[in-house]
Protein backbone atom coordinates (compact mmCIF):
# COMPACT_ATOMS: atom_id res chain seq x y z
CA UNK A 1 0.00 0.00 0.00
CA UNK A 2 1.10 3.21 -1.32
CA UNK A 3 2.11 6.06 1.48
CA UNK A 4 -1.28 8.12 0.00
CA UNK A 5 -3.54 5.34 0.50
CA UNK A 6 -1.85 4.75 4.01
CA UNK A 7 -2.18 7.95 5.12
CA UNK A 8 -6.05 8.55 4.07
CA UNK A 9 -7.12 5.26 5.20
CA UNK A 10 -4.90 5.66 8.87
CA UNK A 11 -5.47 9.32 9.46
CA UNK A 12 -1.76 9.90 9.70
CA UNK A 13 -0.85 12.59 7.26
CA UNK A 14 1.51 11.51 4.60
CA UNK A 15 4.01 14.19 6.00
CA UNK A 16 4.17 12.63 9.54
CA UNK A 17 4.33 9.05 7.84
CA UNK A 18 7.70 10.88 5.96
CA UNK A 19 8.82 11.73 9.44
CA UNK A 20 8.08 8.29 10.83
CA UNK A 21 10.19 6.77 8.20
CA UNK A 22 13.12 9.69 9.16
CA UNK A 23 13.09 8.64 12.52
CA UNK A 24 13.35 4.94 12.08
CA UNK A 25 10.04 4.55 13.63
CA UNK A 26 7.76 3.44 11.10
CA UNK A 27 9.86 2.44 8.77
CA UNK A 28 8.26 0.53 5.17
CA UNK A 29 8.80 -2.41 3.79
CA UNK A 30 9.30 -2.43 0.65
CA UNK A 31 9.83 0.26 -2.37
CA UNK A 32 8.14 0.49 -6.21
CA UNK A 33 10.23 0.41 -8.66
CA UNK A 34 9.61 4.03 -8.57
CA UNK A 35 10.87 4.25 -5.45
CA UNK A 36 7.94 4.78 -3.70
CA UNK A 37 7.36 3.82 -0.13
CA UNK A 38 5.08 0.80 0.30
CA UNK A 39 3.43 -0.35 3.18
CA UNK A 40 2.91 -3.83 4.19
CA UNK A 41 -0.07 -4.97 6.98
CA UNK A 42 2.35 -5.26 9.31
CA UNK A 43 3.69 -1.94 8.63
CA UNK A 44 0.17 -0.26 9.08
CA UNK A 45 0.02 -2.10 11.99
CA UNK A 46 2.98 -0.94 13.63
CA UNK A 47 1.36 2.91 12.44
CA UNK A 48 -1.85 2.02 14.45
CA UNK A 49 0.35 1.27 17.69
CA UNK A 50 2.60 4.29 17.37
CA UNK A 51 -0.99 6.56 17.05
CA UNK A 52 -2.45 4.70 20.18
CA UNK A 53 0.66 4.99 22.46
CA UNK A 54 0.99 9.17 21.11
CA UNK A 55 -3.32 9.12 22.60
CA UNK A 56 -1.42 8.80 26.22
CA UNK A 57 1.17 11.65 25.68
CA UNK A 58 3.96 9.37 24.96
CA UNK A 59 7.07 11.07 22.66
CA UNK A 60 7.88 9.59 19.76
CA UNK A 61 11.54 8.44 21.16
CA UNK A 62 9.22 6.77 24.24
CA UNK A 63 7.35 5.13 21.50
CA UNK A 64 9.83 3.65 19.75
CA UNK A 65 11.69 2.12 23.16
CA UNK A 66 8.13 1.04 24.14
CA UNK A 67 7.65 -0.57 20.71
CA UNK A 68 11.43 -2.38 20.07
CA UNK A 69 13.16 -2.76 23.68
CA UNK A 70 11.76 -6.15 24.53
CA UNK A 71 12.93 -5.83 28.38
CA UNK A 72 11.56 -2.26 28.11
CA UNK A 73 8.35 -2.16 30.87
CA UNK A 74 5.29 0.40 30.96
CA UNK A 75 4.40 0.29 34.69
CA UNK A 76 7.49 3.98 35.51
CA UNK A 77 7.01 5.53 32.17
CA UNK A 78 2.79 5.09 32.51
CA UNK A 79 3.11 6.46 36.76
CA UNK A 80 5.18 9.19 35.39
CA UNK A 81 2.70 10.24 32.50
CA UNK A 82 -0.29 10.16 35.48
CA UNK A 83 2.20 12.34 37.57
CA UNK A 84 2.15 14.97 34.57
CA UNK A 85 -1.26 15.10 33.19
CA UNK A 86 -2.34 15.08 36.82
CA UNK A 87 -0.05 18.50 37.04
CA UNK A 88 -1.35 19.28 33.72
CA UNK A 89 -4.83 19.07 34.63
CA UNK A 90 -4.32 21.47 38.18
CA UNK A 91 -2.45 23.86 36.15
CA UNK A 92 -5.76 23.91 33.81
CA UNK A 93 -8.16 23.86 36.62
CA UNK A 94 -6.12 26.78 38.00
CA UNK A 95 -6.55 29.02 34.73
CA UNK A 96 -10.49 27.92 34.37
CA UNK A 97 -10.68 29.46 38.03
CA UNK A 98 -8.98 32.31 37.40
CA UNK A 99 -10.98 33.10 34.34
CA UNK A 100 -13.98 32.57 36.41
CA UNK A 101 -12.78 35.39 38.87
CA UNK A 102 -12.06 37.88 36.19
CA UNK A 103 -15.07 37.11 34.30
CA UNK A 104 -17.01 37.32 37.98
CA UNK A 105 -15.57 41.05 38.58
CA UNK A 106 -17.02 41.83 35.25
CA UNK A 107 -14.07 44.30 34.65
CA UNK A 108 -14.98 47.45 31.91
CA UNK A 109 -11.44 47.26 30.34
CA UNK A 110 -7.83 45.28 30.06
CA UNK A 111 -6.31 47.65 32.55
CA UNK A 112 -8.81 46.44 35.03
CA UNK A 113 -7.88 42.73 34.01
CA UNK A 114 -4.40 43.40 34.34
CA UNK A 115 -4.91 44.82 38.07
CA UNK A 116 -7.16 41.74 38.79
CA UNK A 117 -4.48 39.28 37.31
CA UNK A 118 -2.06 41.05 39.44
CA UNK A 119 -4.29 40.50 42.76
CA UNK A 120 -4.36 36.62 41.98
CA UNK A 121 -1.09 36.63 41.43
CA UNK A 122 -0.32 38.36 45.02
CA UNK A 123 -2.81 35.93 46.77
CA UNK A 124 -1.07 33.45 45.16
CA UNK A 125 2.65 34.06 46.30
CA UNK A 126 4.40 31.67 48.49
CA UNK A 127 5.49 35.23 50.67
CA UNK A 128 2.90 35.63 53.37
CA UNK A 129 4.10 39.03 53.78
CA UNK A 130 3.20 39.66 49.84
CA UNK A 131 0.06 37.70 49.82
CA UNK A 132 -0.89 40.39 53.25
CA UNK A 133 -0.48 43.39 51.01
CA UNK A 134 -2.65 41.85 48.17
CA UNK A 135 -5.60 41.47 50.52
CA UNK A 136 -4.50 45.10 52.03
CA UNK A 137 -4.17 47.33 49.53
CA UNK A 138 -5.94 46.93 46.42
CA UNK A 139 -6.10 49.44 43.44
CA UNK A 140 -9.06 52.02 45.20
CA UNK A 141 -11.13 51.16 41.56
CA UNK A 142 -10.52 47.83 41.74
CA UNK A 143 -13.36 45.56 43.46
CA UNK A 144 -12.23 43.01 45.14
CA UNK A 145 -13.86 39.49 43.81
CA UNK A 146 -15.78 37.72 46.63
CA UNK A 147 -15.11 33.99 44.80
CA UNK A 148 -11.49 35.29 44.94
CA UNK A 149 -11.01 36.26 48.51
CA UNK A 150 -13.33 33.12 49.75
CA UNK A 151 -10.82 31.15 48.00
CA UNK A 152 -8.19 32.22 49.52
CA UNK A 153 -9.48 32.80 52.99
CA UNK A 154 -10.09 28.84 53.04
CA UNK A 155 -6.83 27.31 51.85
CA UNK A 156 -4.40 30.31 54.10
CA UNK A 157 -2.54 29.14 56.89
CA UNK A 158 -1.15 32.08 57.91
CA UNK A 159 -2.71 33.55 60.68
CA UNK A 160 -1.96 37.24 59.97
CA UNK A 161 -2.91 37.12 56.61
CA UNK A 162 -6.03 35.17 57.03
CA UNK A 163 -6.83 38.37 59.04
CA UNK A 164 -6.40 39.97 56.60
CA UNK A 165 -7.92 38.31 53.79
CA UNK A 166 -11.52 38.24 55.99
CA UNK A 167 -11.45 41.77 56.28
CA UNK A 168 -11.10 42.85 52.72
CA UNK A 169 -13.81 39.42 52.42
CA UNK A 170 -16.21 41.88 54.99
CA UNK A 171 -15.45 44.83 52.95
CA UNK A 172 -16.15 43.23 49.34
CA UNK A 173 -20.41 42.27 49.97
CA UNK A 174 -21.38 40.91 47.12
CA UNK A 175 -21.95 36.96 47.71
CA UNK A 176 -19.19 36.54 50.01
CA UNK A 177 -21.53 34.35 52.38
CA UNK A 178 -22.29 32.00 49.38
CA UNK A 179 -18.41 31.39 48.70
CA UNK A 180 -17.10 31.18 52.22
CA UNK A 181 -20.12 28.95 52.87
CA UNK A 182 -19.00 26.45 50.74
CA UNK A 183 -16.01 25.41 53.01
CA UNK A 184 -18.23 24.31 55.62
CA UNK A 185 -19.17 21.55 53.78
CA UNK A 186 -15.15 20.59 53.39
CA UNK A 187 -14.24 17.05 54.95
CA UNK A 188 -11.43 18.84 56.49
CA UNK A 189 -11.46 20.58 59.37
CA UNK A 190 -8.99 22.97 59.31
CA UNK A 191 -11.14 24.39 56.02
CA UNK A 192 -14.02 24.50 57.93
CA UNK A 193 -12.23 26.40 60.91
CA UNK A 194 -11.31 28.73 58.54
CA UNK A 195 -14.70 29.48 56.98
CA UNK A 196 -16.50 30.13 60.33
CA UNK A 197 -13.75 32.62 61.59
CA UNK A 198 -14.94 34.15 58.22
CA UNK A 199 -18.62 33.82 58.55
CA UNK A 200 -18.12 35.15 61.88
CA UNK A 201 -17.21 38.28 60.37
CA UNK A 202 -20.21 38.57 57.77
CA UNK A 203 -23.17 40.12 58.61
CA UNK A 204 -26.39 39.39 57.50
CA UNK A 205 -29.29 36.89 57.88
CA UNK A 206 -27.25 33.96 55.70
CA UNK A 207 -24.46 34.33 57.46
CA UNK A 208 -26.16 33.78 61.05
CA UNK A 209 -27.92 30.75 59.33
CA UNK A 210 -24.98 29.13 58.32
CA UNK A 211 -22.91 29.83 61.69
CA UNK A 212 -26.41 28.38 63.12
CA UNK A 213 -26.08 24.75 61.37
CA UNK A 214 -22.34 25.39 62.90
CA UNK A 215 -23.63 24.49 66.12
CA UNK A 216 -23.43 21.07 65.16
CA UNK A 217 -20.30 21.09 63.50
CA UNK A 218 -18.48 17.61 65.45
CA UNK A 219 -15.63 19.64 65.61
CA UNK A 220 -15.54 21.51 69.19
CA UNK A 221 -13.42 24.84 67.81
CA UNK A 222 -16.09 25.18 65.10
CA UNK A 223 -18.91 24.85 67.69
CA UNK A 224 -17.06 27.44 70.22
CA UNK A 225 -16.51 29.64 66.59
CA UNK A 226 -20.35 29.44 65.48
CA UNK A 227 -21.62 30.32 69.24
CA UNK A 228 -19.83 33.56 69.91
CA UNK A 229 -20.21 34.88 66.78
CA UNK A 230 -24.32 33.87 67.32
CA UNK A 231 -23.96 35.04 70.94
CA UNK A 232 -22.42 38.59 69.19
CA UNK A 233 -25.80 38.86 67.32
CA UNK A 234 -27.76 37.86 70.11
CA UNK A 235 -28.92 34.38 68.94
CA UNK A 236 -30.43 32.14 71.99
CA UNK A 237 -29.68 29.15 70.08
CA UNK A 238 -25.98 29.86 70.97
CA UNK A 239 -26.81 29.69 74.99
CA UNK A 240 -25.90 25.79 74.96
CA UNK A 241 -22.62 25.98 73.37
CA UNK A 242 -21.37 29.24 75.07
CA UNK A 243 -22.31 27.47 78.43
CA UNK A 244 -20.14 24.45 77.40
CA UNK A 245 -17.39 27.16 76.85
CA UNK A 246 -17.50 28.30 80.07
CA UNK A 247 -17.46 25.10 80.92
CA UNK A 248 -14.40 23.82 78.61
CA UNK A 249 -12.85 27.48 78.05
CA UNK A 250 -11.23 29.17 75.57
CA UNK A 251 -12.54 31.87 75.47
CA UNK A 252 -14.61 31.43 78.68
CA UNK A 253 -14.55 34.97 79.35
CA UNK A 254 -16.13 36.30 76.24
CA UNK A 255 -19.03 33.34 76.58
CA UNK A 256 -19.63 34.55 79.78
CA UNK A 257 -19.86 38.34 78.57
CA UNK A 258 -22.44 36.95 76.21
CA UNK A 259 -24.62 34.91 78.22
CA UNK A 260 -25.02 38.04 80.80
CA UNK A 261 -26.11 40.15 77.20
CA UNK A 262 -28.28 37.51 76.62
CA UNK A 263 -29.77 37.10 79.80
CA UNK A 264 -30.99 40.68 79.73
CA UNK A 265 -33.75 39.60 78.13
CA UNK A 266 -36.09 38.46 80.43
CA UNK A 267 -36.95 35.33 78.27
CA UNK A 268 -33.62 33.80 78.40
CA UNK A 269 -32.54 34.97 81.93
CA UNK A 270 -33.76 32.13 84.14
CA UNK A 271 -32.43 29.77 81.33
CA UNK A 272 -28.88 30.79 81.03
CA UNK A 273 -28.91 31.03 84.95
CA UNK A 274 -30.11 27.15 85.19
CA UNK A 275 -28.31 26.34 82.82
CA UNK A 276 -24.92 27.81 84.97
CA UNK A 277 -26.11 26.49 88.01
CA UNK A 278 -26.55 22.61 86.46
CA UNK A 279 -22.98 23.02 85.19
CA UNK A 280 -21.65 23.78 89.08
CA UNK A 281 -23.83 20.85 89.75
CA UNK A 282 -22.56 18.49 87.21
CA UNK A 283 -18.24 19.94 87.94
CA UNK A 284 -18.74 19.23 92.20
CA UNK A 285 -15.24 18.08 91.69
CA UNK A 286 -13.68 20.74 89.45
CA UNK A 287 -12.50 23.33 90.55
CA UNK A 288 -11.00 24.97 87.94
CA UNK A 289 -14.92 24.52 86.15
CA UNK A 290 -16.49 25.92 89.15
CA UNK A 291 -13.91 28.94 89.62
CA UNK A 292 -15.30 30.07 85.37
CA UNK A 293 -18.62 29.44 86.35
CA UNK A 294 -18.93 31.49 89.31
CA UNK A 295 -17.07 34.38 87.27
CA UNK A 296 -19.67 33.81 84.27
CA UNK A 297 -22.41 34.15 87.46
CA UNK A 298 -21.24 37.77 88.39
CA UNK A 299 -22.23 38.04 84.26
CA UNK A 300 -25.76 37.62 84.99
CA UNK A 301 -27.58 41.58 84.51
CA UNK A 302 -28.92 42.97 88.25
CA UNK A 303 -28.82 40.58 90.72
CA UNK A 304 -30.47 37.88 89.69
CA UNK A 305 -27.26 35.44 90.54
CA UNK A 306 -26.80 36.99 93.64
CA UNK A 307 -28.47 34.30 96.11
CA UNK A 308 -26.44 31.51 93.97
CA UNK A 309 -22.92 33.32 94.60
CA UNK A 310 -24.09 34.13 98.05
CA UNK A 311 -24.45 30.11 98.64
CA UNK A 312 -20.97 29.99 96.55
CA UNK A 313 -19.45 31.92 99.48
CA UNK A 314 -19.57 28.93 101.34
CA UNK A 315 -18.21 26.41 98.86
CA UNK A 316 -15.78 23.78 100.00
CA UNK A 317 -12.90 24.76 97.41
CA UNK A 318 -11.51 27.73 99.07
CA UNK A 319 -10.43 29.98 96.02
CA UNK A 320 -14.37 29.43 94.68
CA UNK A 321 -15.65 30.61 97.92
CA UNK A 322 -13.61 33.56 97.51
CA UNK A 323 -14.13 34.63 94.88
CA UNK A 324 -17.90 34.28 95.09
CA UNK A 325 -17.60 36.05 98.19
CA UNK A 326 -16.10 39.02 96.69
CA UNK A 327 -18.73 38.87 93.87
CA UNK A 328 -21.63 38.37 96.34
CA UNK A 329 -20.21 41.95 97.91
CA UNK A 330 -20.24 43.99 94.95
CA UNK A 331 -23.66 43.00 94.21
CA UNK A 332 -25.04 43.56 97.70
CA UNK A 333 -23.03 46.88 97.55
CA UNK A 334 -24.84 47.79 94.44
CA UNK A 335 -28.47 46.56 96.15
CA UNK A 336 -27.79 48.82 98.96
CA UNK A 337 -27.05 52.28 96.42
CA UNK A 338 -30.57 51.39 94.45
CA UNK A 339 -32.48 50.99 98.17
Do not use: C
Request: proline share 4%.
Amino acid sequence: MLIGEVARRSGVSARMLRHYDTLGLVRPTGRTVGGYREYSPDDIRRIFHVEGLRSLGLSLSQIGRALDDLGFTPSALVGDLIRKTEERLNRERELLEHLRMVDAAEPSGWQEVLRIVELLHGLGSQSAARRQQAALAPAEDLSMPAELLAEAVLTETDPNVAGALRWALARAGGDGVTSVASGMASEDVDVRRRAVLALAELPGDEATAVLTDALGDADTTIRRHAALALGARGVPLAVPALVGTVVEGPNDVEAAELLGKLARDAKWADWILGALVDELTAHAADPAVRMRLTQALAEMPGTIALEILQQLAYDNDRVVALIASALAKTLEERLDEKA
